[in-house]
């Protein structure tokens, strides 16, 4: 079956990086859709970035041209690339994938990274 693992979080100073992995415990190439997702204390969860199998992007407006998701098949894994990070991207980050996702994610999920970036 599917397993999705979140890893790459932690603490970081604003301004700086950090990338996140998502690892499928089967071949990446069976998940249509995949992205991250993520959830701050006192909010909802909410869409972060997603890519397709064809390698169409979609970002949430408050992380365009910091944030960037990629997808590389062969090794089974998402990445998301985090860049001039901000105290409001404090949040827990999660890993999602199936045939479609959706506003409230896809069908797969992981547990979650935590990412805390600091003022």
């Known amino acids: 079956q599917v397993q999705l693992v979140e890893s790459g979080g932690g603490l970081v100073q604003a301004g700086g990086s950090l990338r996140l992995s998502c690892i499928d415990s089967e071949s990446l190439f069976s998940l249509n859709a995949v992205g991250w997702y993520r959830q701050a204390p006192g909010k909802q969860r909410e869409m972060v970035a997603t890519i397709t199998i064809g390698d169409s992007t979609n970002y949430a407006d408050a992380v365009k041209g910091r944030f960037t998701i990629s997808r590389d098949n062969l090794k089974n894994t998402v990445y998301l690339q985090m860049n001039s990070l901000k105290p409001e991207d404090t949040a827990v980050y999660y890993c999602?994938?199936?045939?479609?996702?959706?506003?409230?994610?896809?069908?797969?999920w992981g547990k979650g990274t935590l990412v805390t970036v600091s003022s």
């Open positions: 999602t994938g199936g045939d479609y996702i959706g506003p409230y994610g896809s069908f797969y």
